[in-house]
């Protein structure tokens, strides 16, 4: 074709397809060539399927897994490959997409890590997420039959009050196999078998903390969403944590003041870890109102960043007259037609009214259509119908053409967010149409729009999106399929952010140099290849006569590099050890304790098998017994380095020699010398329950008991005095469930309170300007013989400057001006490597009078939050006596904070915040108008009410924001309300002005 004949829109693809250059290409044409696309790829006519499914290729194997023996006629999930495609090049294409697996093919370890995948499961509660865990174990052979929530005989709940309840309350992991079917160039069958380790989580906002330990250990995630409801309040807050958006704000607000602010917060830190990649699946397809579109809608709304990308269509069997529906929906053979009952539904259109009876493949154009009453049938009974769209006869037939116009629509948003991709694409339209009139179908292949897939899943660019139904046992194949093809190995994530133990004696240009030689190394401590041994311990349970310990302890733990074996010594360093010692003011090098693993058991939910081989390598996840001080949040070294050369030097004969010839004894004296991963930081409570036991001889014994319970639920406070014992969590069912645990576990019975909800006190400023005291603020009084004089003057501020009048709070933050830090001889401006147990003791006191000062309010006894307190200038003149000095500024600092906050609220500018939750009311469309007058007499603010047609759905959904003081007992009132048939899900949204 000449240049001449060649469209505007054609030379542009050219010119930009064959140059790379930056200066030639140009990221607006580029944009502007797709929303081109986008707007004419209707008027494409029936497009050519080429390097699609395999025709000729049976769609069922006998599986050879061990543990799957008894599945003898497994679906053949990608069999269906490109014919002119090598699976195993694939494998070689997606490893060179991460560089650092060229040098490291040769490694003995490569196979086991490049087949392994840390996968967890996370979900607003109620959405299905314990029955796709289930089916996947059934699926992979771990259980005969997937077992029910109803019924309570699942395997990863499996505590006495989640199997009645029906709700997850603690994560559970169980490792399991699966194999995957590869096609290769010979045209011959293999397989290639992946390890997944998979952790189910609670999907409830009470037991927060178990999805956000979970996720630090974790390389990707499957995120099931309701198809009926869409994205709930739950879902966002799980997605917070797989993204890692909520930041530990007090550690940067001290960075942001250079080392002059201190900031009163948990002694663990937020655990530094990498966003993980995930993938969505679309459950509950089969209930009346499921919409596949609507749930996208709110996902790609709601959810930032998360861009999810269909690669499947639904398919429904819809009612027609005289219609038969034929054999389609058994597994005895496949065939080349669809009935013409059956239909898809699309992403522009309203699902249709029918029966979801299985799906479409959009990445290998292939039906899988599934037997009537799946879930009633064997695993072996219920393997799908494929049907290869390729070799349909009717080419005009909906469900083909709706998968043709849905693979188009794939091909482009990869390309929007694909390099490659994109320059496949701008080829395709620069070549010659052929007969069927779509080039971009014709020049991609499967295997193409698989690598980009994979590629861009890594890199958090996207998230592919499936549908099914797990109760019923449809889709759920696929998705193991997807958690193998696209989700990270450990190799394909970045190493975890580590700590020197000795890092407070170390100089900032110190740990500059330490960090640029780390980024230099290819392979450092925490890399799955390193040979140093580093484990951190994510979740600690109490299994009587299984943990080895006095109290049964089990500890899991995510083995980051190395080998952990039974028996081994460890050295155990906990953040919070850590943070106890440089308060103390000393900075002697601290020893770590050490203990010794007993053993290992074996991940299988809650049944605590031993394990024979008794070693966990490099990037798996292992249940430890004998470690009677560990904790959740403890990094585990050995007692010595590994000797092994590193990968890379291997090659060039050297030990310990890098490649770049410098010498790695560093390293292994900063093993020794501990490191170590930042701990868990838990939400604060939000509700306080004061309990007592029924005698002074059980009262010891309640103690203890909620000593192992806190040890378990980071996010449980307890706070004993020698009247009463509170008791203090995330929200009602949290209690409930403490509760019942010391009742069924410990055999105590105990008395409570009225439930208490942790209020907080704030100043309202106006816009970002503070109050100041009147000038210096002078304390002078004798005390036991002892004068104590001393002034100060301070000013406090806002925070933060969200502009939402409902936020969570944060504890007072503490700066010192310049003219402070000179009256201590101080310099004026702190280096960002200073800590606070290097201050003189007066400074010191303080410190410690302001911070007490502001844990009390004078609306009651609540501390504030929300404000920072800069401390402007100190006077004194007890400066001679250094013994009396530290008491005077406790006591001055004390007394300006209560006069400023006693002006205040003669002005009225002191204000009450109550925690405000977000709920979300399921209730039948009849009785909505009850439920909103009961939500506004609580106080509660309608946000949004979905009503429910009566035609396709059974129920409405309220949005509202209520105060949690008003919600408690809320159940038992909706239940009256709605005859029983209501339901309610709350999650915490911040504190409000009261």
């Not at 001080?629 to 403890?634: C, K, L, M, R, W």
């Amino acid at each position: 074709m000449s240049s001449m004949l060649l469209s505007p829109v054609a030379k542009l693809c050219r010119r930009t397809a064959t140059t790379r250059s930056a200066s030639c290409c140009n990221a607006a044409r580029r944009r502007l060539l797709l929303q081109n696309h986008l707007e004419q790829r209707r008027n494409f006519g029936v497009a050519a399927i080429c390097n699609l499914a395999h025709p000729k290729l049976d769609h069922k194997i006998f599986a050879t897994h061990p543990r799957q023996q008894r599945q003898q006629k497994r679906w053949l999930s990608s069999a269906l490959q490109d014919s002119d495609s090598d699976s195993d090049d694939n494998e070689d294409n997606n490893a060179a997409t991460n560089s650092n697996y060229n040098q490291f093919t040769n490694h003995p370890c490569f196979p086991r890590l490049r087949s392994l995948r840390n996968v967890g499961v996370f979900a607003h509660v109620d959405a299905g997420k314990t029955t796709v865990t289930e089916r996947m174990l059934a699926l992979s052979g771990i259980v005969r039959n997937a077992g029910s929530v109803d019924d309570g005989d699942t395997v990863t709940d499996y505590l006495p009050a989640e199997r009645e309840r029906g709700i997850t309350i603690q994560s559970a992991a169980v490792g399991f196999g699966w194999v995957l079917p590869i096609r290769n160039k010979e045209d011959t069958m293999s397989e290639r078998s992946v390890e997944i380790n998979l952790i189910d989580t609670p999907g409830h906002v009470d037991f927060s903390v178990e999805v956000s330990r979970s996720v630090t250990v974790l390389d990707g995630a499957v995120l099931v969403v309701d198809a009926v409801a869409g994205v709930q309040a739950q879902t966002e807050t799980v997605w917070r944590a797989i993204r890692n958006t909520d930041k530990a704000k007090n550690s940067n607000s001290s960075e942001e003041s250079s080392g002059s602010t201190t900031s009163t917060s948990s002694a663990h830190g937020s655990h530094q870890h990498e966003p993980l990649p995930a993938m969505m699946y679309i459950n509950k397809m089969d209930r009346d109102g499921a919409d596949f579109r609507h749930a996208i809608q709110t996902v790609a709304k709601k959810l930032k960043g998360s861009n999810p990308v269909p690669v499947q269509l639904p398919l429904y069997r819809v009612e027609t007259d005289g219609q038969n529906h034929g054999s389609i929906g058994t597994n005895d053979s496949t065939t080349s037609s669809l009935g013409a009952n059956i239909v898809a539904g699309t992403l522009d259109q309203q699902p249709p009214h029918g029966e979801f009876i299985g799906l479409i493949d959009i990445v290998h154009m292939r039906a899988l259509i599934y037997p009537p009453g799946a879930e009633y049938l064997s695993i072996e009974d219920a393997i799908p119908t494929v049907v290869n769209l390729s070799s349909l006869e009717d080419k005009d037939s909906q469900p083909l053409q709706a998968a043709l116009d849905a693979r188009r629509n794939l091909i482009s948003s990869l390309a929007e967010v694909d390099e490659v991709m994109e320059d496949l694409f701008l080829h395709a339209m620069d070549s010659e149409d052929d007969e069927n009139g779509c080039p971009i179908l014709s020049n991609i292949s499967t295997s193409q729009i698989q690598l980009s897939l994979r590629r861009m899943t890594l890199s958090r660019s996207i998230m592919p999106t499936m549908c099914g139904a797990a109760l019923r046992g449809i889709g759920v194949e696929p998705v193991l399929d997807g958690v193998a093809e696209f989700l990270p190995c450990p190799l394909d994530r970045l190493p975890p952010k580590l700590s020197l133990c000795a890092d407070s004696n170390r100089s900032r240009q110190q740990k500059q140099k330490q960090q640029d030689e780390q980024k230099k190394s290819a392979v450092t401590l925490g890399h799955p290849l390193h040979p140093s041994t580093l484990a951190y311990v994510f979740k600690v349970v109490h299994m009587k006569g299984r943990g080895g310990s006095g109290d049964g302890r089990v500890a899991f733990a995510r083995v980051y590099s190395g080998t952990l074996k039974a028996r081994d010594t460890v050295r155990v360093i906990s953040p919070s050890g850590l943070a106890m010692s440089d308060d103390g003011g000393k900075s002697k090098k601290q020893k770590h304790p050490t203990e010794r693993v007993g053993g290992m058991l074996e991940l299988s939910g809650g049944q605590f098998n031993n394990l024979a081989e008794g070693k966990c390598m490099s990037g798996d996840v292992c249940a430890l017994v004998g470690l009677k001080g560990v904790v959740t949040g403890d990094t585990m070294l050995l007692t010595s380095a590994s000797t092994d050369a590193l990968p890379g030097d291997q090659a060039n004969g050297n030990k310990k020699k890098s490649k770049s010839g410098k010498n790695n004894d560093d390293h292994w004296k900063q093993y020794m010398e501990g490191v170590h991963l930042a701990g868990l930081t838990s939400p604060k409570p939000v509700l306080t329950l004061r309990i007592e036991a029924n005698s002074s001889s059980e009262q010891s014994r309640l103690s203890a008991a909620l000593a192992l319970l806190t040890v378990e639920d980071p996010s449980l406070i307890v706070k004993e005095t020698p009247t009463n014992t509170l008791i203090s969590g995330l929200g009602e069912l949290h209690m409930e469930i403490v509760l019942d645990r010391l009742r069924r576990e410990f055999g105590l019975e105990v008395r409570t309170g009225k439930p208490a909800v942790a209020y907080r006190e704030t100043v309202l400023f106006d816009g970002e300007e503070g109050v100041e005291t009147d000038g210096f603020v002078e304390y002078d009084r004798t005390v036991g013989g002892v004068q104590l004089q001393g002034a100060v003057r301070l000013r406090l501020s806002p925070l933060s400057t969200s502009e939402s009048s409902c936020i969570p709070p944060e504890d007072p933050l503490v700066t010192l001006s310049p003219e402070t830090r000179e009256f201590f001889n101080m310099d004026p401006h702190a280096s960002s490597d200073e800590t606070e147990h290097k201050y003189p003791p007066a400074l010191r006191a303080l410190l410690s009078g302001t911070r007490g000062s502001l844990k009390r309010g004078r609306l009651g006894p609540y501390p504030l939050a929300n404000l920072t307190c800069h401390i402007l200038e100190v006077d004194s003149e007890m400066t001679a006596n250094p013994d009396t000095l530290p008491g005077a500024m406790r006591a001055a600092a004390a007394n300006a904070i209560t006069t400023l906050l006693e002006t205040l609220k003669n002005d009225g500018r002191l204000v009450v915040l109550e925690p405000k939750m977000t709920v979300e009311v399921s209730v039948p469309t009849g009785r909505v108008g009850d439920v909103l007058s009961d939500l506004t007499t609580r106080r509660g603010t309608v946000d949004d009410v979905a009503t429910g047609d009566d035609s396709t759905h059974s129920k409405s959904m309220v949005h509202a924001e209520v105060p949690l003081i008003e919600i408690l007992g809320y159940a038992n009132s909706l239940r009256s309300l709605t005859g029983g048939e209501g339901a309610f899900s709350a999650e915490y949204k911040g504190h409000a002005q009261q």
